[in-house]
């Protein structure tokens, strides 16, 4: 089994920024894919970052291109979130993933093992 662990949520203004942590412990996967995911209130889970293992590969959703960026540090099996230029649109409980198998997909069916999520909330 593999845990995931996020941090750094919280209450921020628009226009503010935000880091987000995901420790990942247990049977830590080679070549694992780590993805950002977010959920607000009465809608889907939405894809927002991944990236994988070797950091070489990256994809944002539409709606944070240019605003997030996502890393990872092997060494500490953490990946990070900067959210930066926050909108009260980005307001959501953020949920970290990863699957079994290498390669990044976007739909939630394709990870395996979640986070229990860090609510985000962006005021005006």
């Known amino acids: 089994q593999v845990q995931l662990v996020e941090s750094g949520g919280g209450l921020v203004q628009v226009g503010g920024s935000l880091r987000l942590s995901c420790a990942a412990s247990g049977r830590i996967l080679f070549n694992y894919v780590m993805a950002w995911f977010r959920q607000a209130p009465g809608k889907e889970r939405e894809f927002v970052a991944a990236i994988s293992w070797s950091g070489g590969s990256i994809y944002y959703g539409d709606s944070v291109q240019g605003r997030f960026t996502i890393s990872r540090d092997i060494a500490k099996n953490t990946v990070y979130l900067q959210m930066n230029s926050l909108k009260s649109e980005d307001t959501a409980v953020y949920y970290c993933?990863?699957?079994?198998?290498?390669?990044?997909?976007?739909?939630?069916?394709?990870?395996?093992?979640w986070g229990q999520g860090t609510q985000v909330t962006v005021s005006s």
């Open positions: 993933a990863t699957r079994r198998t290498p390669g990044i997909v976007r739909t939630p069916k394709g990870y395996d093992y």
